[in-house]
């Protein structure tokens, strides 16, 4: 039998993604011949993944683990519910929590091909993003579609939760209002402007009207300045206040 190398096996492995055992025995089949090991594999199904990269991933579910909220994108809602899909979309949380955002694209690449061989279907990697601060805590909702973490300084983590809870369901796009950038409330002064003049108004009245309707938008799409969907009574930042706690961050992601 011909003597194949770890770096045979390896550089069959990174050009195909098949898993390195299957690459092994595809080489010693092939005598070490590169292109047939590859034939060999995809007469085997094992490199499917390639003939399955262009089919649409519009479903998929998200993870969190400790201060990371990962995705993976895949084709069906019945995989997405899968207990194999989601060990694994945990797995990326976990490790852009201990390593970053890098790291969990790292193992999402050398996982993801026993995955397609076992699933049958393609898979993407969504996003992993990390949070920083002193208190962390997220909500994932119920189906496993959307779901966020906070972080603050003081307080504690229920109230962290609540305020994910809160961002997960309202979507705020930025932490603070002065964040909304200039460009997108350049954009809305414009559609305001129009509309204002439409129903005939004066310039100058226009001019205080849009001082207004800046402060409305940007608060509304500022976490802190939301309505907190738990007590209407409050902001977001006054309920975190009133726990002895200051929204430091957030990150909220879907699939």
């Known amino acids: 039998m011909t003597e194949i190398s770890a770096q045979q096996v ?24 590169m292109e047939k090991a590859v034939e060999i594999l995809r007469k ?20 969190i683990f400790g201060k990371a909220i990962a995705s993976v994108r895949c084709e069906t809602d019945f995989v997405a519910r899968s207990d194999d899909f989601l060990a694994f979309v ?14 969990a694209k790292k193992m999402f690449d ?20 990390v949070v920083a601060g002193d208190v962390v805590g997220g909500y994932l909702h119920s189906n496993r579609k ?28 930025v932490l603070s209002p002065d964040e909304v950038s200039a460009e997108l409330v350049a954009k809305e002064k414009d ?9 005939g108004k004066p310039d100058e009245i226009i001019a205080k009207v849009l001082i207004g309707k800046e402060r409305k938008f940007r608060e509304e799409n500022a976490l802190v300045k939301q309505v ?11 309920y975190a206040k009133a726990n002895g706690a200051e929204v430091k961050g957030f990150v909220r992601v879907g699939v």
Not at 23 to 32: D, R, T
Not at 90 to 103: L, V
């Open 10 to 33: 390896m550089s069959l492995r990174e050009s195909t993604g098949v898993p390195m055992m299957a690459c092994k025995k595809a080489l010693e089949e092939s005598g070490g011949d």
């Open 44 to 63: 085997q199904g094992a490199a499917k993944a390639d003939m399955k990269s262009d089919r649409m991933t519009s479903q998929g579910a998200v993870a």
């Open 90 to 103: 945990a797995s990326i949380a976990e490790a852009a929590d201990k390593g970053g955002p890098d790291e």
């Open 110 to 129: 050398a996982g993801k091909t026993d995955l397609f061989t076992k699933l049958g279907e393609n898979m993407t990697f969504g996003d992993a993003k």
């Open 146 to 173: 959307v779901g966020a973490l906070v972080a603050l300084t003081g307080g504690n983590e229920d109230v962290a939760k609540d305020i994910a809870m809160h961002a997960t369901a309202m979507n705020p796009s």
């Open 191 to 199: 559609i305001w402007t129009a509309q204002l003049k439409n129903e």
């Open 228 to 238: 907190f969907v738990k007590d209407q009574e409050k902001t977001v930042e006054a």
